[in-house]
T-cell receptor, first 114, second 111 residues
Framework: IAGITQAPTSQILAAGRRMTLRCTQD?????MYWYRQDLGLGLRLIHY???????GKGEVPDGYSVSRANTDDFPLTLASAVPSQTSVYFC?????????????FGSGTRLTVV | DAKTTQPNSMESNEEEPVHLPCNHS???????IHWYRQLPSQGPEYVIH???SNVNNRMASLAIAEDRKSSTLILHRATLRDAAVYYC????????????FGQGTTLQVKP
């Protein structure tokens, strides 16, 4: 079934550790996005990529980095995790950055930093 | 990004139509109106989008006011599985097209 795969589904991480959340899509979508969702704050955009080889910062990029080496993969890295990064992380993709197209979201990664 | 205003919550009875309103008085001519929903413990799901004309798909209908300052998502027959948070989002075709989520409307469907 075509879609977005996120891994892991959940993780408990010690503060200060490095962690990469994986996101892979098989729809050949050009644009990809990372969001975090926190109770009371809703979904906030962390980073995005309009096409392979390019990335941009969203609303809350601090403490996170991304890369887009190819069309299918868009990993999100926490270089040194802090408790405030405890959240549910969603990856999404779209045919292109153009507003005409809708997004497809993954099932999320629940991350707890202790 | 232009803002949208939605009621915090709404209730509906099962198998009745649901009209979810969204105000976007500062909408620009290039903004598309997108609707997403998020079921409990799941990622957001695309529902429908439009620019000026009313739109229909298998999930819902989108009615857009003539002046485009408001829109309504219509679920023709609500089911218990439609209980979710519904987000109305303006997506500007002039920028990178990022989706910026607001707080949405929590829809409760009663049997």
């Amino acid at each position: 079934i075509a879609g977005i795969t996120q891994a892991p589904t959940s993780q408990i991480l010690a503060a200060g550790r490095r962690m990469t959340l994986r996101c892979t899509q098989d729809m050949r979508h050009n644009a990809m996005y990372w969001y975090r969702q926190d109770l009371g704050l809703g979904l906030r955009l962390i980073h995005y990529s309009n096409t392979a080889g390019t990335t941009g910062k969203g609303e809350v990029p601090d403490g996170y980095s991304v890369s887009r080496a190819n069309t299918d993969d868009f990993p999100l890295t926490l270089a040194s995790a802090v408790p405030s990064q405890t959240s549910v992380y969603f990856c999404a993709s779209s045919v292109s950055w153009d507003s005409f197209y809708g997004y497809t979201f993954g099932s999320g990664t629940r991350l707890t930093v202790v | 990004d232009a803002k949208t205003t939605q009621p915090n919550s709404m209730e509906s009875n099962e198998e009745e139509p649901v009209h979810l309103p969204c105000n976007h008085s500062t909408i620009s001519g290039t903004d598309y109106i997108h609707w997403y929903r998020q079921l409990p413990s799941q990622g957001p799901e695309y529902v429908i989008h439009g620019l000026t004309s009313n739109v229909n798909n298998r999930m819902a209908s989108l009615a857009i006011a003539e002046d485009r300052k408001s829109s309504t998502l219509i679920l023709h027959r609500a089911t218990l599985r439609d209980a979710a948070v519904y987000y109305c989002i303006l997506r500007d075709s002039g920028n990178t097209g990022k989706l910026i989520f607001g707080q949405g409307t929590t829809l409760q469907v009663k049997p």
